[in-house]
């Protein structure tokens, strides 16, 4: 069955660094969604893409975050510098087409410790 | 703002009991509904959605949610539990207008003992 990969699956940084998340959507998959999910609360969507466009980025801290997905496949989540507060697991998700009709499917995270 | 309330934070059953999780919804307009569910170790995953139509969607594994609109809620519920049905389970709506925008609760943890 085919999933959403995402790497690496655990990182550690020191506040000010950069840092980079990777994701991999389903092949064929034209929309992708970065999640941010701080522990014991639920996921919140950070950027929407449908192909290589942004579809809604409303709720991305721009002054530090950048998300890009080139050739409208794959998709790389920055942020720079990392703070202490960024801590949270980072869910990639993907579904076919934009609408929301689809079923949305979670890779398996990126979970983030900055110290 | 829209905004998705789940009261019960962490629920514990024996195996066999009957399961309900609370999950009300704060939105003036017409919304879709979800649960997820993900168990340990493992990726977040549909459990079951209501876009429109009947009120009871049946979802896989033996769960099912009912919405009532009149008090913007969509409580899971499941016969008899398994140790197996042990995981977190989130609540999420989205706008009709904006169908990709899930907006999630905090989520139910459930453990389920044998």
């Known amino acids: 069955e085919a999933e959403v990969a995402q790497s690496p699956r655990y990182k550690i940084t020191e506040k000010s660094q950069a840092v980079a998340f990777w994701c991999d959507p389903i092949?064929?998959?034209?929309?992708l969604y970065w999640y941010r999910q701080i522990l014991g609360q639920g996921p919140e969507l950070l950027v929407q893409f449908q192909d290589e466009s942004v579809v809604d980025d409303s709720q991305l801290p721009k002054d530090r975050f950048s998300a890009e997905r080139l050739k409208g496949v794959d998709s790389t989540l920055k942020i720079q510098p990392a703070e202490l507060g960024d801590s949270a697991m980072y869910l990639c998700?993907?579904?076919?087409?934009?609408?929301?009709?689809?079923?949305?499917?979670f890779g398996p995270g990126t979970r983030l410790t900055v110290t | 703002a829209q905004s998705v309330s789940q009261h019960n934070h962490h629920v514990i059953l024996s195996e066999a009991a009957s399961l309900e999780l609370g999950c009300n919804y704060s939105y003036g307009g017409t919304v879709n509904l979800f649960w997820y569910v993900q168990y340990p170790g493992q990726h977040l995953q549909l459990l079951l959605k209501?876009?429109?139509?009947?009120?009871l969607v049946k979802g896989i594994k033996g769960f099912e949610a009912e919405f009532i609109k009149s008090k913007f809620s969509f409580n899971l519920r499941k016969p008899s539990v398994q140790w197996s049905d042990t995981a977190e389970y989130f609540c999420a709506v989205s706008p009709t207008y904006n169908t990709d925008k899930l907006i999630f609760g905090t989520g139910t943890r459930l453990q389920v003992f044998p």
């Open positions: 998700a993907s579904s076919l087409d934009v609408g929301g009709m689809d079923e949305q499917y």
């Open positions: 092949s064929g998959h034209a929309t």
């Open positions: 209501y876009f429109s139509g009947d009120p």
